[in-house]
């Protein structure tokens, strides 16, 4: 089981800036093979945004590329999600997922609850 909460989200207006922060719980020393920034825009499905491997490698969606940055504090296992020149077509509920393998127990993944994030003018 992975405990995972998201924080960060807000109201900007357009070309703005935010952060999102991941922090997730239950893999030993906050070592995670994947964690991942997903959005749901109204009426949309659920799209990736971003996602960072536990060996660093980084994929981001093309919507966002150059326009966002994911990273990771090696100390405490949380991921950020640095926003900027946001757009109208950013607003959606944000969301972070975390994966883990143990060797004893398993592969175990979690979702948050979602963050807000509204971009208006």
């Known amino acids: 089981q992975v405990h995972v909460v998201e924080s960060g989200g807000g109201l900007v207006q357009p070309g703005g800036s935010l952060r999102l922060s991941c922090a997730a719980s239950?893999?030993?020393?906050?070592?995670?093979?994947?964690t991942a920034w997903y959005r749901q825009a109204p009426g949309k499905q659920r799209e990736l945004v971003a996602s960072?491997?536990?060996?660093?490698?980084?994929n981001y969606a093309d919507s966002m590329k150059g326009r966002c940055t994911i990273s990771r504090d090696n100390a405490n296992g949380t991921v950020y999600l640095q926003m900027n020149s946001l757009k109208l077509d950013d607003t959606a509920v944000y969301y972070c997922?975390?994966?883990?393998?143990?060797?004893?127990?398993?592969?175990?993944?979690?979702w948050g609850q979602g963050t807000q994030v509204t971009v208006s003018s």
């Open positions: 997922y975390a994966r883990y393998a143990s060797p004893f127990t398993g592969a175990h993944d979690g």
């Open positions: 239950g893999a030993q020393n906050s070592i995670y093979a994947m």
């Open positions: 960072i491997t536990r060996g660093g490698s980084i």
